[in-house]
T-cell receptor, first 111, second 114 residues
Framework: EDQVTQSPEALRLQEGESSSLNCSYT??????LFWYRQDPGKGPEFLFT???AGEEKEKERLKATLTKKESFLHITAPKPEDSATYLC????????????FGKGTKLSVKP | NAGVTQTPKFQVLKTGQSMTLQCAQD?????MYWYRQDPGMGLRLIYY???????DKGEVPNGYNVSRLNKREFSLRLESAAPSQTSVYFC?????????????FGNGTRLTVT
């Protein structure tokens, strides 16, 4: 069964304190791994797509990496505005574009 | 350019009532999706439409029906609402089903069934 597990469930950081979020996946043929950001009361906002092990993508203070079994979202010197829930999702073989989501990591960055 | 627009934003129903959630996208996307999001459960796929004229069941289709009205619009209908359908419903669209194509989401409809 295709599955996505994110850890930790919640993470509290001080402003400037770098850390990483983990996404472990089990999928029958990975067609893509996605990271989204979700603010309270809003829909998920697309951040990155990763396709193959070793690939990295960066956007401002965020960097996503991919191995054969997991992905990491590294947050460097976070600011309070980075506070959100970060969702990981996979697209599996046979998918008609639909994604399988993890439960998310709620990130809080305190000034 | 509004992206994906969902109406209504909030709705309260009584058990047994019916309603239709509306979704429209202005990005000329081919594929559209309905997800529900519950605390501790993550986003789960209800139905999707890979292209205009087609619809298919997702992970949790029971109690729902959908209509792909045209390329822009994809509606979700609850024929007889149940408390278990209390959730936040998200509509999403994508250019197509090619590998790695991201979904773009609306801001959701918050539904409470009493």
């Amino acid at each position: 069964e295709d599955q996505v597990t994110q850890s930790p469930e919640a993470l509290r950081l001080q402003e400037g304190e770098s850390s990483s979020l983990n996404c472990s996946y089990t999928v029958s043929g990975l067609r893509g791994l996605f990271w989204y950001r979700q603010d309270p009361g809003k829909g998920p906002e697309f951040l990155f797509t990763l396709y193959s092990a070793g690939e990295e993508k960066e956007k401002e203070r965020l960097k996503a990496t991919l191995t054969k079994k997991e992905s990491f979202l590294h947050i460097t010197a976070p600011k309070p505005e980075d506070s959100a829930t970060y969702l990981c999702a996979v697209q599996a073989r046979g998918s008609q574009g639909n994604l399988i989501f993890g439960k998310g990591t709620k990130l809080s960055v305190k000034p | 350019n509004a992206g994906v627009t969902q109406t209504p934003k909030f709705q309260v129903l009584k058990t047994g009532q019916s309603m239709t959630l509306q979704c429209a996208q202005d990005m000329n996307h081919n594929s559209m999706y309905w997800y529900r999001q519950d605390p501790g459960m993550g986003l789960r796929l209800i139905y999707y439409s890979a292209s205009e004229g087609t619809t298919d069941k997702g992970e949790v289709p029971n109690g729902y029906n959908v209509s792909r009205l045209n390329k822009r619009e994809f509606s979700l209908r609850l024929e007889s609402a149940a408390p278990s359908q209390t959730s936040v419903y998200f509509c999403a669209s994508s250019e197509g089903t090619r590998a790695g194509t991201p979904l773009h989401f609306g801001n959701g409809t918050r539904l409470t069934v009493t």
